[in-house]
Every structure is written in C-alpha cells, then in structure tokens.
T-cell receptor
Framework: GENVEQHPSTLSVQEGDSAVIKCTYSDSASNYFPWYKQELGKRPQLIIDIRSNVGEKKDQRIAVTLNKTAKHFSLHITETQPEDSAVYFC??????????????FGQGTILTVHP | DAEITQSPRHKITETGRQVTLACHQT?????MFWYRQDLGHGLRLIHY???????NKGEVSDGYSVSRSNTEDLPLTLESAASSQTSVYFC??????????????FGEGSRLTVL
C-alpha cells in the first residue's frame, strides 16, 4: 500500500518568515495530494490540494508543488502569521476504483509561528 | 447546514469492554471513513465504506468493526477494548467517486481512553 513520509515533524518560524513542509510518497499510482490543517483540539480541515496533472497550485499565502518523477510534494506558506500555528498533514490517494477517497496521511508537522 | 457529528466526544472504559463510537453525517455522502490519530503516526485508516452494506478494512483494522445500514451512519465498534486502542478517533465522509473532489469532511473527534 501507499506510504507517506512527512518532514520536519516540528517547525518553528518567526512571524513573516516562510515555512516549507515536505512529503514523499511511495505509490506511483497516487494522483491526488491534499494538505490538511488541524488547530489544537479541532478537526482537520482541507487547506489546499493538487492533482497529478498540475505541478503547482497557489491560494493566497499557501502553495503546493508536486514532483511526480521524484514522488514528492511540498507545502509553502509565505508571510506566516501566528494563526498559521497548527499541525499540518499531507496525504496521498488514488482517484478512482477502490482507492477513491482513501487517504494515506503523513505523520504531521507541528508549525509554531512566533510573533 | 450539513454536518458530521460524533458521539461520545470523550469516553473512558476498561480493558475488555465493548465500545461503540457513533458517526452521523447529513452531507448525504456515500463514502465514510474512520481514522485514529496518535502522536507520531498521523491519521491511520481503520475502516471505510463506499455505500450501504459496503465495508472495507483499512491499515489498522484489527480489533475494530463497522457496519453501514444506511447512508448517514457508520458506527465503529471495539469488540474488546485494549489499552493500545487509547486514541483520538475521527470519522470522515466524502462525496461519491464520480465527483471531482476528494475532500474529506471530518467530525469533531472522539477521545477514547482504555484503562
């Protein structure tokens, strides 16, 4: 099955700096790569996702890049703010048949943004 | 508004007891999932269902069972609770495989402690 590795496990930045979280996956058939944000005591929520036919996607201060050849994808947060402090999870899945919606998650990254 | 709710939110039980965690969604989603969240492991898939009467094992299914008798509910049962099953459990749902999105909508989580 799919295996997703996520690094770093913790990341501490100053407000206004950029943050980058990286993930690798093992199954070359995976073609959907979402990122979830989980604030303390809350449920995970989707913040951005990318499909394998796209190399990069941006949404305001966040962006995701995908390198299918190397089987890795990254989350980039620019101009970080204290409210960005949370746990971030990457995930991967197929997009049809028995894999639909069955996400394999990375271990999570605790991001702390210091004012 | 459509929602996905879990109950109980907190549960303390003893080793060997049977425990059932409820999950109810009003999104009318066909796909439902149960994940457990443990520090250092991210979110791991326990069981999932693509529709009524359909259930499938995830990567950590031992000691757990689910049933899907209607679209709205996917209860998770621990037949004989063990201390290793102390965790936070998240239920999630997503729309059918024909939709152009793989977003998972998570419940608030159920914290289970097995003594």
């Amino acid at each position: 099955g799919e295996n997703v590795e996520q690094h770093p496990s913790t990341l501490s930045v100053q407000e206004g700096d950029s943050a980058v979280i990286k993930c690798t996956y093992s199954d070359s058939a995976s073609n959907y790569f979402p990122w979830y944000k989980q604030e303390l005591g809350k449920r995970p929520q989707l913040i951005i996702d990318i499909r394998s036919n796209v190399g990069e996607k941006k949404d305001q201060r966040i962006a995701v890049t995908l390198n299918k050849t190397a089987k890795h994808f990254s989350l980039h947060i620019t101009e970080t703010q204290p409210e960005d402090s949370a746990v971030y999870f990457c995930a991967a899945s197929g997009d049809g048949g028995t894999s639909y919606g069955k996400l394999t998650f990375g271990q999570g990254t605790i991001l702390t943004v210091h004012p | 508004d459509a929602e996905i709710t879990q109950s109980p939110r907190h549960k303390i039980t003893e080793t060997g007891r049977q425990v059932t965690l409820a999950c109810h969604q009003t999104w009318n989603h066909n796909n439902m999932f149960w994940y457990r969240q443990d520090l250092g492991h991210g979110l791991r898939l326990i069981h999932y269902s693509y529709g009524v009467q359909d259930t499938n094992k995830g990567e950590v299914s031992d000691g757990y069972s689910v049933s899907r008798s209607n679209t709205e509910d996917l209860p998770l049962t621990l037949e004989s609770a063990a201390s290793s099953q102390t965790s936070v459990y998240f239920c999630a749902s997503s729309s059918s495989r024909s939709a152009n999105t793989g977003e998972l909508f998570f419940g608030e989580g159920s914290r289970l402690t097995v003594l």
